[in-house]
């Protein structure tokens, strides 16, 4: 009960410090403030549940004290940074340069709902991130950023964006109900009710209420639609309905349960961990290695080993290596404290190096965005995915990935935006009155 106690102080006084240094200047704070409201209040919900009802206990061990508290320092001095740097920046658009970014968000939002839906309905289990390359993760991210960036400014857009606007949110749910995942899904609801739809907070928490009641009893439909999706099986009613039985069937397929250890996963990983890696060596800078070998696409580098991996390979990475250690299963990546990662590599110098580069480097990659014509600070926010791995506040490795899936092929396009407008420019100018 302890470590669920101290875990969760350190929680709200993070709150606090979220309500009390981002302002929403830009759409790219309100999104990081909702998001880190959403993860926050989950993880909250979850402590007091596990209190109540005992699902995890957790060892007074010093590791599951330790790294909590490290990761809250390391949270502020980022915040507390980047917000200073950038916090205070507020765009200043025309009416057509809002309605034109739009009308691409929206535009490039339907082209991924249409193109996944034809693949699900062909039975084909086809990498869209793959298929869309090398803008592939860019308009995986517009699927769901566009939509609820348009929801957000609900009263400044036209009729015709509004229904576009319905539509593409609309396909965001069909979609993470038959092969998204959870998280995403209520995610999206959570900042629809919470941050763009005009009522009272007591109707939106009843509301919300309502809503949770209703996917319970759902959520085995949900897990089986999602298990035929990502095995590329066309969907069979008469298997759907035999995998469900399967599910319903299995005792320990408690949702409550099953819920907090989910959401509690990186803070139950810590002790496991933390016990083997001190009967280990130091890796240095073997992963930051791999990590800015993939900046360069895996089409023009044969043998491209995996990003943050000691040996090429993905299971020699972090986020593979926490699940192996914890609980054994090493197909499957996980979320960690960042702190955790610092001891891996064994050394204190580089993790400050770490903490100060990344720092240094999200602020770089915002204001570049701006300075390319990104004015409202879109291309930031196509490198998270809420319901996956959210990298607001990151290290080294995983900026090497946002770079070369997002950030690179987001600033060729800004780039070459940028570069169409200042030829027309000069070509107007030119032009004999």
Known sequence: MIVNIHILILLLIQLFFAYLLIRENTFY?????????????????????????????????????????????????FLIFFVLFVGKYIPKVSIKFFNSTINFLLFFSLIYSFTSLYFLSEGQQISLEKFF?????????????????????????????????IISIFFIFLLSIVGGRRSLLIFTSYFLIFWCFRMTFLKKIIFTVFLISLYIPLESYHTALKHFAHTGNNLNLAEVKKHITKLDSEEHKQF?????????????????????LENREGVGLKPYKTALISVVPSRFLDDKPWPGSIDGSRYSSFPHLVNKIAFNHTTNMSGYPISLEFFWHGSYIIALINVILSIFLMIAFYRIAILLGDRLVILPLLTVFPGDYNYFVTGIIQLAQMFSYAYLPGFFILFLMLFKKNLLKIRFNKAPS
């Open 29 to 77: 704070f309100v999104f990081w403030k909702a998001n880190l409201y959403f993860s926050t209040f989950l993880t909250l919900i979850a402590l007091l549940t596990n209190i109540i009802f005992s699902f995890h206990s957790f060892n007074l061990h010093v590791s599951n004290f330790l790294y909590p508290l490290l990761d809250f320092f390391h949270f502020l001095v």
């Open 256 to 276: 409550l349960n099953l819920a907090v250890k989910r959401i509690l996963h990186k803070y139950r990983l810590i002790e496991p961990v933390h016990k083997e």
């Open 133 to 165: 390359f090398p803008f592939g993760r860019l308009i995986r991210s517009i699927w769901y950023v566009g939509p609820l960036f348009g929801a957000f400014y609900w009263s400044k857009l036209t009729k015709n964006q509004k229904r576009t606007l």
